[in-house]
């Protein structure tokens, strides 16, 4: 069973940057972010691949950017000019699959908060 933690979640204002971490137990093909605000549906939010290959939804794409150092077991999040449309849990997953174009993943984190206020 591979096991993720995710960290880096904090309160902060709009316009201001926050970096998470995930930290992964063992090789997956891969690693993605999603989040989920209240009321909200999960959202897929950006996926790496072990070769580094990344795939980002386009509700973040030119703000947040995904990083990874294998020897470290760690992905990065970084997010660069948060709205506060980005307050939501975000979850670390990993083994990524696309079904009719939706993601889902087999192993999930628990989840670190990030919230954004004006």
């Known amino acids: 069973q591979v096991q993720l933690a995710e960290s880096g979640g904090a309160l902060v204002q709009a316009g201001d940057s926050l970096k998470l971490a995930c930290t992964f137990s063992e090789r997956t093909r891969n690693i993605g972010w999603f989040r989920q605000a209240p009321g909200k549906e999960r959202e897929f939010v950006v996926s790496i691949g072990w070769d580094g290959e990344t795939y980002y939804a386009d509700a973040v794409k030119g703000r947040f950017t995904t990083s990874r150092d294998n020897a470290k077991s760690t992905v990065w999040l970084q997010m660069n000019n948060l709205e506060t449309e980005d307050t939501a849990t975000y979850f670390c997953?990993?083994?990524?699959?696309?079904?009719?174009?939706?993601?889902?993943?087999?192993?999930w984190g628990q989840g670190t908060q990030v919230t954004v206020s004006l």
């Open positions: 997953a990993g083994d990524l699959t696309w079904r009719r174009g939706n993601p889902d993943a087999k192993y």
